[in-house]
């Protein structure tokens, strides 16, 4: 597998093999998926939604809805703006949502709709809603798109208000499993919050034998206007979060701080320290103690992390935060990538880095993952963390791997697990030290081969 691979590194500029992200309108339905009784729709063809619902649906293990403006030739030289009104009539008439949250695509952007009039020409049922943003997949990646439709949801629904007690939480592009910790964490903390958008509920229901559309959860349509009074508003994850706290702070003047994902010991600390700040309360002794427990365990396994070298690839505010907890386990990053471009990754990252006394890194943003296997090949490392794509690198160069990240196609249950939190740093820990230790078992001497490590 990845045989051909060569060793020899020529610099490109015009080609991406083996991309490290997908593109914008995965966010963008994601984020949709996330509000209550929302119905996203994809204005163009109809083989760009069924992929985009296809890539969720295999990472989730549940089904992402989705609806389609469905373009043929007619659409594509005429525009879609028919396509559209046919489309919202239809959705409103046979399946009910509270809000349509439309996104574009390459083909509707390449041919100019103007999605801002067409909306404003709809004939809307009473209190029915339609809103937009516009991710055009030829920019940016699914973490930008994700960003431009929460603040799609802002520009359109939120309102300036009156200052309530409630804050603001931009989560970022997560998974159900990261905000029920941050719920959790957020109610022991004695913090009230909106979280925009809340994809708990919809993408990690139970089985109860009968399908509803709309499951229960999801940020409604009263919390997203409300978010426009809250005291201020958290942005978790600094691209993801970046755009929707822009447009909260410029429309409804409240304060947003942009901050890394509480991944990690010291982004966590950091995290309750806001959230400490906001409520005046102290961290509460449970948490206290899980601190403490994941540092036990951080330093009981220490022996299996010492300076083992690590590639780690993926979404930026992922790969950050995985940064953070794996020179914290006392890792030695060495390759850290990123599909999704922009050069404040970089910059970020080798902030982080500096804090440690390691080894350069070799840091990317625009990668793909054929010139991360080209590095390994170059100089291995004893541990790849990544989404599934990365296990055919790994499977070529014998490398055991951590699954952390999206899209993550190939194993069940980790959408319900946190990478968040001092759990979320717990369980990263435990998957970590369980793939160098099965490693040191599969290659040592029998005699070696302990029971007790
Ligand atoms: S045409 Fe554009 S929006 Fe559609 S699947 Fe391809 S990259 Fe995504």
Redesign the pocket.
């Known amino acids: 597998m990845l045989d051909q691979t060569p060793k020899e590194i020529i610099s490109r500029s015009g080609v991406c093999v083996n991309p490290m992200k997908t593109?914008q309108?995965v966010g963008a339905l994601y984020a949709a998926l996330g509000v209550h009784k929302c119905l996203p729709h994809s204005h163009?063809s109809q083989g760009?939604v069924s992929?985009?619902r296809t890539l969720l649906t295999r990472h989730f293990k549940e089904p992402a809805v989705a609806s389609s403006s469905s373009f043929t030739e007619g659409a594509s030289v005429f525009g879609g703006g028919a396509n559209l009104k046919q489309s919202v009539k239809n959705i409103f008439d046979v399946y009910n949502p509270d809000i349509i949250a439309v996104h574009t695509?390459?083909?509707s952007e390449t041919i100019g709709d103007d999605l801002n009039s067409f909306i404003l020409d709809l004939d809307l049922p009473d209190g029915k809603y339609v809103v937009h943003c516009n991710t055009p997949?030829y920019v940016g990646s699914h973490v930008t798109g994700f960003g431009q439709m929460v603040a799609g949801f802002i520009k359109y629904l939120a309102k300036k208000e009156e200052k309530s007690d409630r804050i603001g939480i931009f989560p970022g592009f997560v998974n159900p499993g990261d905000i029920r910790e941050l719920k959790r964490l957020l109610k022991l903390m004695g913090v009230s919050a909106i979280l925009l958008p809340d994809p708990s509920d919809a993408l990690d229901g139970p089985m109860t034998g009968i399908y509803e559309m709309f499951p229960e959860g999801g940020c409604g349509l009263p919390e997203i206007r409300a978010i426009g009074g809250v005291r201020q508003a958290l942005a978790l994850g600094t691209l993801a979060s970046k755009e929707p706290a822009l447009v909260l702070k410029s429309q409804c003047g409240v304060e947003t701080a942009l901050i890394p994902q509480p991944m990690g010991v010291a982004n966590t600390d950091a995290f309750l320290r806001r959230l400490m700040d906001i409520s005046g309360q102290p961290v509460p002794k449970e948490l206290e103690l899980e601190r403490g427990r994941l540092i036990d365990l951080m330093l009981d396994a220490n022996q299996y992390f010492y300076q083992k070298k690590v590639a780690i690839f993926g979404d930026p505010d992922t790969v950050t935060g995985l940064l953070s907890m794996a020179l914290e386990l006392g890792l030695f990053p060495i390759y850290v990538a990123t599909g999704t471009p922009g050069e404040a990754f970089v910059k970020q990252c080798q902030d982080i880095i500096a804090q440690y006394d390691v080894p350069e890194a070799k840091i990317k943003a625009s990668s793909d993952l054929f010139e991360l296997h080209q590095w390994i090949k170059n100089e291995r490392v004893d541990l790849l963390i990544g989404t599934s794509y990365g296990k055919q690198i790994a499977k070529a160069e014998d490398i055991p791997m951590v699954r952390a990240g999206f899209p993550i196609l190939d194993r069940y249950g980790h959408a319900y697990h946190p990478l968040i939190g001092y759990h979320g740093a717990r369980r990263l820990a435990e998957l970590v030290a369980g793939a160098l230790m099965d490693r040191y078992d599969r290659d040592c001497a029998d005699e070696d081969l302990d029971v007790v490590m």
């Open positions: 593109c309108p163009g760009c992929y985009h695509t390459c083909l997949s």
